[in-house]
């Protein structure tokens, strides 16, 4: 496999494909996956549940087999040569676990003589996920946003170049998903890349640079998420509040915009400004009393892309319909899948580095 010559990556993969043995038959779980991570910053990686993201990051870390296509991470071919390129990379994909009556300074000194690292990284890590002064309290005392913090401190030990968080704020009230999404907002700097999965869409609007989405083992859009979402403002659209709404539907309809009826009045799309709204109806003699544009946010784009995949997706996945606007703070409460409060320490390099087909193991 040739080296990616593109520098400007953290991860590339291309026609990626994985297959798991089901009852009826093989079932494609990665379909061709294209995914370019620029270098640097915060990368939302977003799917709904089961669209592959879990999968392609333990590909990616050598933790599953591919059956067809390349990754690359910094440029170097992976499985291949990911013991070179292993020591540049931290990583959380499972729930870590730390000895509960140890402190969080105990814990990551132990992993760091493990690891070889200076005892002096202890300090600083603890200071960069902000448990400087929580660090000699015992792990059994943190609550679940400390204890991912403190899982997040770990991998930092290596000062890895690349961080890969597979659903960091699963299982997380709406404090420690604030915690964890300032951690990650400020990890994402200095020239550090930051890959974070996660179907809590707001919170990846809130703190990502760029983003893929995914759907069907597939990418079925990145950029940046104010691209993404310029790029889908064709289909915003108006809430609309007037005295006869059934006459307004017909008259926006004549001009072309799309306009149904809604509980107190008319959702309108595609006008390119309100004012258009506004104008279309005046010229019949009717007269809105309420023109709102329902602001379009990763969200909405997400639920318009990956459509097919949130059919029979649990509630979590799509946790406001895309025509409602958005809550102005974004935090959703964990699915009811969310794992439990166990947060075991991140994969050792070597652990990490060794490759396993856990193909069935589900
Ligand atoms: N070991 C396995 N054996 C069989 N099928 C699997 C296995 N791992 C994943 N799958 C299937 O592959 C598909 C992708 O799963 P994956 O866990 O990668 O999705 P995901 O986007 O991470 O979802 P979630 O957000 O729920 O974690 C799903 O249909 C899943 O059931």
């Not at 700097?189 to 983003?211: C, F, K, M, P, Y």
């Not at 409602?324 to 320490?345: I, K, L």
């Amino acid at each position: 496999m040739e080296q990616v010559a593109d520098e400007g990556l953290a991860i590339a993969t291309r026609g990626l494909r994985k297959t798991f043995a089901g009852i009826r038959g093989r079932r494609v779980a990665i379909h061709g996956l294209d995914l370019d991570v620029p270098s640097g910053g915060v990368h939302g990686f977003l799917g709904p549940n089961g669209s592959g993201k879990t999968t392609t990051i333990r590909m990616l870390l050598g933790l599953l087999r591919a059956d067809a296509g390349t990754m690359h991470i910094f440029g170097q071919p992976v499985p291949q040569r990911l013991p070179q390129v292993i020591a540049r990379v931290g990583a959380i994909v499972e729930s870590p676990k730390f000895y509960p009556s140890f402190s969080g300074r105990r814990s990551l000194s132990l992993l760091a003589d493990a690891i070889g690292t200076d005892q002096r990284r202890v300090d600083e890590v603890l200071e960069e996920v902000g448990l400087r002064d929580r660090g000699d309290d015992k792990f059994g005392g943190y609550s679940l946003g400390m204890r991912q913090r403190l899982a997040i401190a770990a991998t930092l030990l290596k000062s890895p170049d690349l961080l890969i968080f597979d659903e960091p704020t699963n299982g997380l009230d709406p404090a420690g998903i604030r915690e964890i999404r300032e951690t990650m907002r400020n990890l994402g700097t200095n020239g550090r890349t930051v890959l974070v999965s996660s179907h809590i869409l707001s919170e990846i609007e809130q703190i990502a640079d760029t983003v893929s989405i995914i759907g069907r083992g597939r990418v079925v859009a990145q950029g940046s998420v104010a691209s993404l979402i310029n790029e889908q403002a064709g289909a915003a659209s108006v809430d609309v509040g007037i005295d006869s709404p059934e006459a307004a539907v017909a008259v926006l309809r004549r001009v072309g915009m799309g306009a149904e009826l809604t509980e107190d009045g008319l959702r309108v799309t595609g006008a390119d400004k309100p004012s258009d709204v506004t104008r279309a109806l005046a010229a019949q003699g009717l007269y809105v009393s309420r023109l709102l544009p329902v602001r379009r946010d990763l969200e909405s784009v997400f639920l318009q892309l990956t459509q097919d995949d949130q059919l029979g997706a649990s509630p979590a996945t799509s946790p406001t319909s895309p025509s409602r606007p958005s809550a102005p703070d974004g935090d959703f409460p964990p699915p009811p899948s969310a794992r439990g409060g166990d947060f075991p320490p991140p994969p050792s390099a070597r652990h990490t580095a060794q490759s396993a087909d856990e193909e069935g193991q589900r």
